[in-house]
């Protein structure tokens, strides 16, 4: 599954008449030269941008190149008119980055906890990672908080939205997908475009990757093209549940009045279970075959799992709200924003009641 970021940006009038130390010091949370390579990274995709309409129509550029972004620009017309999702600028450029990654996440939990360690921004709100434009920066600040302890995790980032604050091109990163990951990342990124609710974002990933999945959905059906691969779908699924459910199992230990040291010896004991289910899924469900090896034989820990919470965690309350709305756009969106404005408390009681099978009323 890809990791997405989202990169607390800064308005380009700000950029242009605030000084950057003052912008910096609005977080009270980051170093200057964490601040530093944020924006020196922004400012260098930003220049990296070309038309895509300018590229499609050169031709001497590669004609693999040509036809993957002409075919992603019926995915970006797709969005607007079919989803209901921002007609802006928006993945109407293209950026060659000239490395697999855009960005590095670097996800951190206490040792027996799976609250994520989370990082606040004057956009973007707290978010529980923090992202870095190289990947030794990303590296170098992991091992710091290894060293304080901390369970940590680094994963690469093939694209991210700026919510909108800039025109967000389609990466090079983007183009090692297939054509449908790739649209189905566009109506993900867009979503965040479309409503962003500061300091949730178990919240802004569900929603995005709902939007995602139902515009993947739609988009298939109105060009007449099926899953480009329904085993492999299956197989996420079921993969992500299995990590799901070793969370709740986790978080049970967690809270549990067990010493430190049973917890330790439970958590390597979940870990366990986790790639004993793995291998058994492959071995009896999947015809041997192994998908997901190498994120399981790597190291394990609490913050290697987050990206699937944060991600997945209320997709099916989404489904819901929006089968209740009869699967209008509009409609969703109008009540996505009611539910961003209630309290957090509130607003987590409507989720659950939403995921249950419930009707959650809108006044």
């Known amino acids: ?5 989202l990169i607390p940006t800064l308005d380009r009038r700000l950029c242009r008449w605030v000084p950057c130390l003052a912008i910096w010091a609005l977080s009270g949370c980051s170093t200057v030269g964490y601040y530093g390579q944020l924006a020196d990274g922004q400012l260098r995709l930003l220049a990296a941008r070309e038309p895509v309409s300018e590229v499609v129509a050169d031709p001497a550029r590669d004609p693999v190149l040509r ?3 002409e075919q992603s620009q019926e995915a970006r017309a797709f ?16 950026a060659d980055i000239h490395r697999p990654n855009v960005v590095w996440n670097v996800f951190a939990t206490p040792e027996l906890s799976l609250r994520p360690v989370t990082h606040c921004f004057p956009i973007a709100g707290c978010v529980a990672y923090r992202g870095y434009y190289g990947e030794a920066g990303a590296q170098g600040e992991a091992k710091r908080l290894k060293d304080e302890g901390m369970d940590v995790y680094v994963g690469g980032v093939e694209a991210y939205s700026t919510l909108g604050w800039f025109d967000d091109p389609i990466l090079s990163s983007m183009l090692r997908w297939g054509d449908q990951r790739l649209a189905e990342t566009i109506f993900h990124e867009l979503a965040h475009q479309k409503f962003y609710l500061p300091g949730d974002t178990a919240f802004n990933e569900s929603f995005a990757s709902f939007v995602e999945a139902e515009g993947g959905r739609r988009w298939r059906a109105a060009r007449g093209l099926a899953e480009e691969s329904p085993q492999l779908a299956g197989q996420r699924k079921r993969f992500t549940q299995l990590v799901l459910d070793t969370r709740k199992r986790l978080h049970k230990l967690y809270a549990s009045p067990l010493s430190d040291a049973e917890k330790r010896a439970g958590k390597a004991a979940e870990f366990e279970r986790l790639r004993r289910e793995y291998r ?10 192994a998908p ?9 820990n609490n913050a290697k799992l987050l990206p699937f919470g944060l991600y997945d965690q209320w997709v099916p309350a989404f489904a819901a709200l929006f089968a209740q709305v009869g699967g209008n756009w509009p409609a969703f969106y109008a009540r996505v924003e009611k539910l961003g404005a209630m309290p957090p408390a509130q607003r987590t009681a409507a989720l659950e009641k939403l995921m249950a099978g419930g009707f959650v009323s809108f006044r």
């Not at 599954?1 to 970021?5: A, D, G, I, T, W």
């Not at 058994?280 to 075959?289: N, V």
């Open 67 to 69: 036809r993957r972004l």
């Open 1 to 5: 599954m890809p990791f997405r970021l």
């Open 280 to 289: 058994e899924l492959c071995e009896h469900e999947w015809g041997g075959k």
């Open 79 to 94: 969005a607007s008119a079919a989803l209901g999702l921002p007609d802006n600028g928006s993945y109407r450029l293209y």
């Open 292 to 300: 997901f090896d190498n994120w399981v034989n790597g190291p394990l």
